[in-house]
């Protein structure tokens, strides 16, 4: 985006400067710093928006749109430039525009039915797609020419940039804050209403009594629609999710909606909600009332209530985790990783647990537990030996000297299907290699990890677990797993039990006498035969039993053969690669294509199909409405004469966004929170970048130095990043902040010289080719914010920052053939 906006700075080469007072530049100063607020403010509202209707990962695609948006505005300004000849009222055109289009372009997408869900069997999912992409890309048309002409019509570029920098920073930082008090829409109407007054303070008294009468129809117009269709402006979310299908059962109500910068809490009360995740079938009676909690509209976990003296919860006797506490018995130490509705705290409750600890990464789930519902669920999060900690697990396990007898990953997401559209692209920082081993570090020296799944089948999610934690010892030295591992499972649930000694024969037998007690099934322990498994929830093999037996007891030759081997994606979830929910290998594709259009994807080819549906898209719409123009203007170039500056745009299309794409999915880690780290990378690199730009056109600075800069930076920051990691995340939240701004503003300066060092070449030798070089930089930024994602699930976020450096060096040595061209 950075780049985007460096493009509008030499659109000034094109023409000679209008002459503005004083008085109207200082207007078009603060109308430009509200348009550039309002601007990146809406664009980081769309994540959330989206967050809430299908993904947060989905941020790809806004960052895509808003490049479009940008990318056709420069290509639309090159092409109608000198049929401008009124300048004020081009300047409110654009601004008024660009008001206008935030609330029709949104009321327009909500009412389009995308569902992710959909896309592996539905084709029209894919136009619906290609629908969001056009009528979403319309405010940052708008507002991208705003500041185009601004900067083409401003004599200082400097002063000029300053204020787009600042107002675009702003409006990134100001979301985190402003969101808790008026919520997204009221986010989406701040944009718009701002966007006005930049409309006004520009209007002049011969225009505005018209403007006046628009902004009137215009207000009147929309109170009206959100008066008599309120439905419009709220986010339509995919039916699938687990809010909206709880909502379609007779009599469901939502009792209460909280929402912060970064989720919407929903708690609703609804007869259809019966949560005992793997209870077992033995249990015959009805577990008390519950009610259903869910974050963004998904993962409902359950509030159960509690009586003043713990009564009536003999149900949790039936749950797997009896089980757990049969291996850890009356435990003085517990720790219970994002339990949401409680469940996992009642248990330990249950079973007479001394000091519970239990860290939660919301803040929102534990002021409802701890106050508005706290009459519901018994008061526990208030009870004496149970301790609350409002951070993740990744920082609350470096922070703590406690060590834990039991750590239990609670099951606190909804059963998705590996079918279930894009949900394989979500990263969770949680079930990787790096996380297992922080939390196996703080176990106490016979402590237990206690994982549970839901059971898939064929077996995706446990496997992952198992090959994840095999990873983890792996990496800590840690030596015949098989003897720690005990693992049962239920109808719908698979617990995998971790020792950090090992389990004695004394402890298998009586953890064997509870599973049978139960009717669950032991999957593995060392040892198991296998007329012991696969019993009462008989499948037709013991499938589990056997790949458990595979990657235990195998050595890691053999087991990285049935890797490759099996069907799915089973490898290790890493820090690098935290998309612990994609089982997506090339080898599935004939079966994606045999079964689209026809059912649902079953080896979770529905999430890759959005990303190279979105791919595509984003390819076709850049070359027809931003190569295609000047291609119909016959601006003159040759591909033989020109093929270096060419290459160069090419390559910082790519290069950028192949860095901060990466870098928002790493900090997601440190933060905690995506939104958090959208916010605070935006910030920081337009920021630098920009400040590196502006001071490139200052004096004179050796592309030379400022590509080894990169490259060096780059490579510092991938051998030291664990490093980096492991000191920040013990930080608390606003020292976070500012370290992650302080690591990324060198390499953001370095960043924003080159685009600009280029332009300033390529005006000296072929000035007339300059709008085929904002078209091909512009088109590779939108599609390099797509292709960067793809590469970082199949091959890691440093393959992608390294392929960041090549392309670096690439663009270098195409600047040195400059001089040749």
């Not at 940008?70 to 000849?85: A, C, D, E, L, V």
């Not at 996380?435 to 999610?461: C, H, M, N, Y």
Request: glycine residues 6%.
């Amino acid at each position: 985006m950075m780049a985007t906006d460096i493009k509008f700075i030499s659109m000034n080469n094109l023409s000679s400067k209008y002459k503005l007072s004083v008085s109207y530049s200082n207007k078009i100063n603060i109308s430009l710093f509200l348009i550039s607020f309002s601007l990146f403010l809406y664009q980081i509202c769309l994540l959330r928006i989206i967050s809430i209707s299908d993904y947060y990962h989905f941020a790809f695609l806004i960052v895509s749109i808003a490049l479009l948006g940008f990318g056709i505005s420069g290509s639309f300004m090159y092409f109608f430039i000198n049929r401008f000849k009124n300048q004020p009222l081009i300047l409110l055109i654009f601004s008024f525009g660009f008001s206008v289009s935030i609330i029709v372009s949104f009321i327009i997408t909500n009412l389009i039915p995308f569902d992710s869900f959909k896309i592996a069997w539905e084709l029209k999912q894919i136009f619906y797609l290609a629908a969001y992409y056009l009528f979403l890309v319309t405010p940052f048309f708008f507002g991208g020419s705003f500041i185009g002409y601004v900067f083409f019509i401003k004599e200082k570029p400097g002063v000029t940039y300053f204020y787009n920098l600042i107002g675009s920073a702003a409006g990134s930082l100001l979301f985190l804050f402003l969101v808790p008090y008026i919520g997204r829409i009221g986010i989406i109407i701040t944009s718009s209403v701002v966007g006005i007054a930049a409309t006004f303070i520009l209007t002049g008294k011969k225009y505005f009594r018209v403007f006046i009468v628009l902004a009137l129809i215009f207000i009147v117009s929309t109170a009206g629609v959100l008066f008599y269709f309120p439905e419009v402006i709220n986010v339509r979310m995919s039916p699938y999710k687990s809010l909206p299908t709880v909502l379609r059962y007779p009599d469901s109500v939502v009792l209460r909606t909280v929402e912060n910068s970064y989720s919407k809490i929903d708690v609703v009360d609804s007869q259809s909600i019966k949560s005992a995740p793997g209870i077992s079938l033995k249990y015959g009676d009805i577990p008390p009332s519950q009610l259903g909690i869910t974050i963004d509209g998904d993962n409902l976990s359950a509030i159960t209530t509690v009586g003043k003296d713990f009564t009536e919860l003999d149900f949790i006797d039936y749950l797997p985790a009896s089980v757990i506490f049969t291996a850890k018995p009356g435990p003085e130490n517990i720790l219970v990783i994002e339990p949401r509705g409680g469940m996992d705290v009642v248990g330990a409750l249950h079973f007479n647990s001394e000091n519970i600890y239990v860290t939660e990464n919301n803040s929102q789930f534990v002021n409802l537990m701890k106050e508005d519902f706290c009459s519901f669920n018994g008061d526990i999060y208030n009870g004496e030996n149970v301790s609350i900690f409002e951070t993740s697990s990744r920082n609350f396990a470096k922070i703590t000297d406690k060590r834990f007898d039991l750590i239990i990953l609670s099951l606190a997401d909804s059963f998705h299907p590996i079918s279930s559209g894009a949900y394989s692209l979500n990263e969770n920082y949680l079930y990787t290699s790096e996380s297992f081993a922080d939390l196996i570090k703080i176990l106490d020296g016979d402590g237990i990890l206690a994982v549970t799944r839901w059971v898939q089948f064929p077996p995706s999610e446990n496997l992952k677990v198992l090959s994840t934690l095999i990873d983890s010892c792996e990496g800590q030295g840690i030596d015949e797993v098989r003897d720690k591992i005990f693992a049962f499972r239920s109808w719908s649930t698979l617990t995998t039990l971790f020792k950090k000694d090992k389990f004695l024969p004394q402890e298998i037998d009586s953890l064997g006498q509870k599973v049978g007690e139960l009717n669950f099934d032991i999957v593995y322990y060392e040892h198991a035969q296998e007329d012991n498994v696969n019993i009462y929830n008989k499948l037709e093999k013991p499938y589990f039993y056997n790949y458990y037996k595979e990657m235990l007891e195998g050595s890691s030759g053999s087991r990285e053969e049935f890797y490759s081997s099996y069907y799915f994606n089973i490898k290790p979830s890493t820090d690098d690669r935290p998309f612990f929910y994609d089982f997506f290998k090339f080898g599935q594709v004939p079966d994606i294509v045999r079964f689209f259009g026809k059912s649902t994807q079953p080896f979770s080819g529905g999430g890759y199909l959005i990303l190279i549906a979105a791919l595509i898209i984003a390819i076709i719409l850049s070359i027809l409405l931003i190569i295609l123009p000047l291609k119909i203007k016959r601006v003159n170039i040759s591909i033989k004469r020109d093929r270096w500056f060419l290459i160069y745009f090419f390559c910082l299309g790519f290069g950028y966004f192949f860095i901060e794409i990466p870098l928002i999915q790493k900090f997601i880690l440190i933060l905690g929170k995506p939104a958090y780290s959208f916010a605070l990378v935006f910030f920081s690199l337009m920021l630098s970048a920009g400040i590196g730009a502006f001071l490139s056109s200052r004096c004179r600075i050796n592309l030379k130095w400022v590509v080894i800069a990169i490259v060096a930076y780059i490579a510092v920051f991938i051998l030291s990043f664990s490093y980096i990691c492991n000191f920040i995340i013990s930080k608390v939240l606003w020292q976070r902040f500012i370290y992650i701004t302080l690591l990324v503003i060198p390499l953001g300066f370095f960043m924003g010289i080159p685009f600009p060092a280029g332009l300033s070449k390529a005006k000296e030798a072929r000035g007339e080719i300059i709008p085929w070089l904002w078209a091909v930089n512009g088109c590779c930024s939108v599609v390099g914010s797509v292709v960067s994602v793809i590469i970082a699930i199949h091959f890691g976020f440093s393959i992608v920052i390294s392929i960041a450096a090549l392309i670096y060096i690439a663009a270098f040595l195409s600047y040195r053939k400059f001089r040749i061209a």
